[in-house]
């Protein structure tokens, strides 16, 4: 589980505490959405000037970077005070720097999910009631004090037929207040989708259907039981990997038990070398474990943060905590395979169909300049020369593409990618330099060489298929050729252009709706003042006439899309 500093709101004694350190429940649980809304509500304001200053028009607001970042501190600390569901969910965020601006996501990743732990007393009468036995007629010895807390649940160590075990146990009343909080999430994405189309929100509702999944199961220790199994299956044979066995008839949706493995966290530097362990190797180690479980099996430990990964006797990696995982079908594994084999291969342009093919990008996208974007970030990722440092500037400035025309992961890959996060972030803490593809680079080409994982058809199968495709291109080519001689070609323009042509449009049209309406109030006026003789309806009529097509001649004309936020 992991170990950082608890949430300063929750820890803080005062009318939320009791006196023996218990949280004492503030709000009654209807009042939650509520608060939950009204806490986010002035940043929710915030974003959406990003887009349109006037919130249902205008430019996107300006901003300075020093504002991004007095946001992002502010943001990182509401989230942490409203509990499990956002703090999970901004993590996730945390990883995805092709949605995110760098200047949220680096105060995203320090935020953390640790909690004070709840009594021990509750933990006891949790597991009675799901049990329907009392404590000590289930344990040998059950200790009150847990050895690690976070958000969802927190771990007990006790003794079971003489054998050491870890019993999680699930917080209470944790089960409603995620609903709730989904829910409220749910309400929020619906309200940017409802005025705000564009490729952003769209990316946001992937995110966002993963992760309700995945919390939900998280929640039922059952299922994690079933993932335990299916992982121990997996690494069965490989020596290197320990997966603590669950204790039969200790599983229940809320308490559940494994057997309990001994080890430093991976990230303990000073552990690790007392153990005699190679860092390189531990790193070789750990990467060739999550490239067969994302390629080989299709099934993946989608939490693998330091609290979660214990290094043990012999350099062998136990992996703990399943609440999180993820399948991924044999379709989208195999194209994902192939990003990877052409990234070895440095070969861009296959890249950027795999995204296509993934849809992972609009098809109406410009492939040029995903091309461009995608063959720089590829190069000064394999660069033996550049800092991590000197990458992430580089990179940012190439990733405002990504911002503007953001790639949708497809749903299986949303925690795929937290957890490639994750165990890059491991390699940082032992190579100030350490660059993910380079280094996975020698340890993919072995993959693919021990194991037929790209195609596993007969090589005759594939040569009928390459000649079709062959044949495919050679009768596209001509009927293109035909085309262009009958001067049939139709060329589109690209959406960056539809917009600045829109802004233009639709500026004038402001105008001309202005001076249109001035008019309209004005001849009103003088139609009243004729029937009637009343000199009331000039006076009131002529001013406004005025100052309509005052403020129609000074409208301005947007004749490009201004892009001061970072996030267009």
């Known amino acids: 589980m992991p170990n950082s500093a608890p949430d300063p709101t929750i820890r803080r004694k005062g009318p939320a505490e009791s006196g023996d350190g218990r949280r004492v429940r503030l709000f009654p649980p209807v009042l939650r959405p509520v608060r939950v809304f009204l806490r986010l509500l002035p940043f929710l304001v915030s974003f959406a000037r990003d887009f349109r200053a006037h919130i249902f028009f205008g430019p996107p607001a300006d901003r300075t970077e020093e504002e991004h970042r007095r946001r992002a501190v502010e943001i990182t600390a509401t989230i942490a005070s409203l509990g499990a569901t956002f703090i999970k969910g901004i993590q996730v965020l945390a990883v995805r720097e092709d949605l995110i601006p760098l200047t949220y996501t680096r105060e995203f990743k320090r935020l953390q999910d640790q909690v004070p732990p ?23 010895r059950f200790d009150a004090e847990p050895i690690a807390a976070a958000s969802i649940g927190q771990v007990h160590r006790a003794r079971i037929d003489g054998r050491e075990v870890a019993v999680k146990v699930l917080r209470p009343g944790i089960e409603e207040q995620v609903e709730t909080d989904l829910a409220v999430l749910a309400f929020i994405l619906f309200l940017f989708e409802t005025f705000l189309d564009n490729y952003l929100v769209r990316s946001f509702r992937a995110i966002y259907d993963e992760f309700s999944r995945v919390i939900r199961e998280e929640m039922d220790y059952r299922l994690e039981a079933k993932n335990n199994r299916r992982l121990r299956a997996m690494f069965q044979d490989d020596p290197r990997v320990i997966i603590p066995r669950c204790a039969e008839g200790f599983v229940r949706r809320r308490v559940i038990a494994f057997d309990f493995v001994e080890g430093v966290r991976i990230d303990d530097r000073e552990g690790v070398a007392a153990l005699g362990v190679d860092p390189r190797g531990l790193l070789q180690t750990l990467t060739e474990i999550y490239l067969q479980m994302a390629l080989r099996h299709g099934f993946v430990h989608a939490d693998p943060h330091p609290g979660n990964l214990l290094v043990c006797e012999g350099g062998r990696i136990a992996i703990l905590d399943y609440g999180m995982a993820v399948d991924i079908d044999a379709e989208t594994r195999k194209e994902m395979l192939r990003i990877v084999f052409h990234v070895v291969r440095e070969d861009v342009d296959a890249i950027v169909d795999s995204f296509y093919r993934l849809k ?52 299986q890959l949303v925690y795929l990618s937290r957890a490639a996060a994750l165990v890059e972030g491991i390699g940082y803490v032992y190579d100030p330099n350490f660059n993910a593809i380079r280094f996975g680079t020698p340890i993919v080409r072995d993959l693919l060489l021990k194991e037929p994982l790209l195609d596993s058809e007969p090589l005759a199968e594939r040569l009928k298929k390459g000649g079709r495709a062959a044949l495919r291109l050679a009768r596209g080519v001509a009927r293109t050729i035909n085309r262009i001689e009958r001067d049939d070609i139709r060329v589109r323009i690209h959406r960056a252009d539809i917009d600045e042509i829109e802004a233009l449009f639709t500026s004038l049209m402001r105008r001309l709706l202005a001076g249109l309406l001035a008019t309209i109030v004005a001849a009103a006026g003088v139609a009243v003042y004729l029937h009637t003789g009343l000199a009331r309806g000039l006076l009131f009529s002529l001013p406004l006439a005025a100052a309509l097509l005052f403020l129609g001649a000074f409208l301005p004309l947007r004749r490009k899309p201004r892009r001061k936020s970072p996030f267009l």
Do not use: C, W
């Open 118 to 140: 709840f009594p021990g007393g509750e933990a006891r009468s949790t597991i009675q009631r799901e049990f329907g036995k009392r404590v000590e007629d289930l344990f040998e």
């Open 360 to 411: 992972m990008v609009d098809p109406e996208i410009n492939r040029a300049t995903l091309l461009d974007a995608a063959e720089r970030l590829l190069h000064i990722r394999i660069r033996t020369d550049a800092t991590p440092r000197q990458i992430r500037e580089i990179a940012l400035e190439i990733l405002q593409t990504f911002y503007r025309f953001p790639l949708r992961l497809p749903e």
